[in-house]
Nanobody, 125 residues
């Protein structure tokens, strides 16, 4: 494990939550970072990929989720809003060195050099 995720928890429907992905002992300056989630009994879902220049979002989270990063703090963020019970899942981040402008294509397939163990998000009233 090379990332540690923080910020998960229980939130009511319609609420918001911010997750953090902290790099353990390495910089994010040259990394592309992706966010994924996996709910029980469902396949892993790619949510986003940011390569320091642009961000790609999955259709299910466009307009509701926003990614950002603070490279000085070695941390990437996932801001989630308008949450529904369907957003309940384990959320985790993955990343790789940005070796080309196509790195997000690999990351969105789940192929990456660094990953975390995830943080649980539960949306329920």
């Amino acid at each position: 494990l090379q990332f540690v995720e923080f910020g998960g928890g229980l939130v009511q429907p319609g609420g918001s939550l911010r997750l953090a992905c902290v790099a353990a002992g390495f910089t994010l300056d040259d990394k592309a970072i992706g966010w994924f989630r996996q709910a029980p009994g469902k396949e892993r879902e790619a949510l986003s990929c940011n390569d320091n220049e642009s961000t790609t979002y999955g259709d299910s989270v466009k307009g509701r989720f926003t990614v950002s990063r603070d490279n000085d703090k070695h941390t990437a963020y996932l801001e989630m809003s308008s949450l529904t019970p369907e957003d309940t899942a384990v959320y985790y981040c993955i990343g790789s060195v940005k070796y080309s402008r196509y790195v997000c294509e690999d990351i969105l397939r789940g192929e990456a050099d660094y990953r975390g163990q995830g943080t649980q998000v539960t949306v329920s009233s």
